[in-house]
């Protein structure tokens, strides 16, 4: 009796919970849906009843409807008003221009809270528009010279970051991913519709800042990856807009600023990165890694390569180095492993990019080749795929380019030979401390990629140090050492190879040899690729035996 009298009240406690999870569970629906109301949940339905497309496209006329539309439309409001007041408030008095900014985006912004209260996104975006226009007012009555009231320019950027903090509070305190979104994002895109300066510049950086707050803090990916692509592309409207420097002139201390501006641009953002990396996706922390990176390699690049073209080199290290320091910080930091190995990444592909700006003919044709190989005994070490693939391209590059660029030593080719042989054994000697072995798709494809490149990497070789008339010969001894090579490693791959290159052989001898060589070579050539077919076939031949 006892069993049954405790079973009856903990049943009442579990029905309680059951219905309080399904009251949340309706509330939520009805919190997160854009601009709707929720309606009730139907009833499930039958396995055997097909699934009507009707209501797919209405789903997707409602979604462009109400969530785009509605912010396309707060975008074309806000754009509007800011070109009013930066072209028509110059003709208001002095107090008439701060009350009339402020009153219209208190009213926007009330208005916003109005609608809020029936249709909660659909507000929230017209009250996020309210302090965006309040920012931009705040930043007109300093930078724009026909609406100019404050003329200090330390107490603009105060009266700046207090309305950044505000936006960044009142967001946070909403819990509105919304409202800090469209507000930030709105500040940054008023920034660049008139003539960007340093202030501007400034002003961006105070914006990204409270992005990134809500990045560290609430772990929102949308705002801050947004504020990311508007401050680089701010600054990219600074670099263009910039008066070309006249040749021979000194440079005014623009490269350094510009540069200043860059550094802190990507150092806020990759310490806002490593802030929390467990709680990232792959997809995000890429897209933060890449876009930060690319940002800061494209316009540093182009600022340097336009004021100091000498400098380019150095500028490029750095950018390794601070890709280099983002890994460290990563491995430091706990993160994921992909996000080291990103950084790790990128970085050696800024390397890569960086030898032409020093190194040409043979000497950028080895520095690729070296470079690709130091990237794949890093990847051995980490057992990254992306690391590895990176070293097969780069050193796939400097096999290319000492062809392209005609520079054909000896010494280059059996250096390629050597690097790609060695990408090739990275695949297959893994760390010792990793057990098991770990496997990635394509890993199959890198190593026979390596292997062609160090097989025809043998056959350039070959054929640049047989006399004219003995390249064929050449040719087939090549692939009798590849051979060779396939079996002691006991690789398919390398035989393959090995395959490949008798065919090459045999089609120069029967369309080149056949009409361009004395009778004796011909007769040498015939006869040491038929020995040489021969012991290969043999050799098959008694493999296959011992199989049996």
Not at 172 to 181: C, D, I, K, P, Y
Not at 390 to 396: D, F, T
């Amino acid at each position: 009796m006892n069993a049954e009298q405790e079973e009856g009240p903990l049943r009442e406690r579990v029905q309680r919970l059951e219905q309080l999870v399904t009251s949340l569970e309706a509330r939520l629906q009805q919190l997160e849906a854009p601009g709707l109301r929720a309606l009730p949940t139907p009833p499930p339905a039958e396995a055997s009843a097909p699934v009507p497309e009707a209501p797919a496209r209405a789903d997707l006329e409602a979604h462009l409807g109400t969530y785009w539309l509605s912010r396309l439309g707060i975008v074309a409001l806000i754009t509007g008003i800011a070109y009013l007041i930066t072209y028509r408030f110059g003709e208001l008095g002095l107090l008439v221009r701060v009350v009339l900014g402020y009153a219209l985006s208190a009213g926007l912004g009330a208005f916003g809270l109005w609608l809020s209260r029936r249709y909660l996104l659909f507000g929230r975006i017209v009250f996020g528009g309210g302090l965006a226009l309040a920012y931009f007012v705040t930043y007109a009555l300093h930078f724009i010279p026909s609406v100019r009231v404050i003329d200090s320019q330390v107490l603009a950027l105060v009266l700046l970051a207090a309305f950044v903090i505000g936006i960044v509070v009142t967001a946070q305190r909403m819990h509105s991913e919304t409202v800090a979104g469209i507000a930030l994002f709105l500040g940054l895109h008023t920034g660049m519709l008139s003539d960007v300066t340093a202030f501007t510049l400034l002003s961006t950086t105070l914006l990204a800042m409270g992005a990134l707050f809500f990045l560290v803090k609430n772990r929102w990916v949308i705002v801050p990856l947004s504020s990311l692509v508007s401050v680089y592309s701010t600054h990219t409207l600074w670099a263009v807009r910039a008066p070309s420097l006249v040749p021979g002139a000194p440079d005014d201390g623009r490269l350094l600023l510009s540069l200043a501006f860059l550094a802190l641009y990507f150092l806020l953002f990759a310490v806002a990165l490593l802030a929390r990396p467990r709680e990232l996706s792959v997809r995000a922390g890429l897209a933060f890694a890449g876009l930060n990176w690319g940002g800061l390699l494209a316009l540093g690049a182009y600022e340097v390569e336009t004021r100091s073209p000498s400098n380019l080199f150095l500028f490029l290290l750095a950018v390794a180095l601070a890709q280099g320091a983002g890994a460290l910080g990563a491995r430091w930091r706990q993160a994921p492993a992909f996000l080291s190995h990103a950084f790790l990444a990128l970085g050696a592909i800024t390397l890569a990019l960086a030898m032409p700006a020093h190194f040409s003919g043979r000497a950028l044709v080895v520095s690729w080749l070296v470079t690709g190989t130091c990237v794949g005994l890093v990847a051995r070490a980490l057992a990254s795929p992306a690391l590895r693939g990176l070293s097969v391209a780069i050193l796939l590059v400097g096999l290319g380019a000492s062809q392209l660029t005609a520079v054909s030593a000896s010494g280059v080719l059996a250096a390629a030979f050597a690097c790609f042989l060695l990408a090739e054994r990275l695949g297959v000697l893994r760390p010792a401390w990793l057990s098991p072995p770990v496997a990635f798709r394509g890993h199959g494809l890198l190593q026979a990629v390596c292997a062609a490149g160090a097989g025809l990497s043998l056959l350039w070789l070959t054929g640049q140090e047989m006399p004219a008339g003995l390249v064929t010969l050449g040719w087939a001894v090549t692939a009798l050492g590849l051979f060779a090579v396939g079996f002691a490693f006991r690789e398919r791959r390398y035989r393959f190879v090995g395959l490949a290159g008798l065919a090459l052989t045999l089609g120069r001898l029967l369309l080149v040899d056949l009409s361009r060589l004395p009778t004796d070579q011909r007769v040498i050539t015939f006869i040491l690729l038929g020995v040489i077919l021969l012991l290969i076939s043999y050799t098959y031949t008694r493999l296959k035996d011992r199989k049996a």
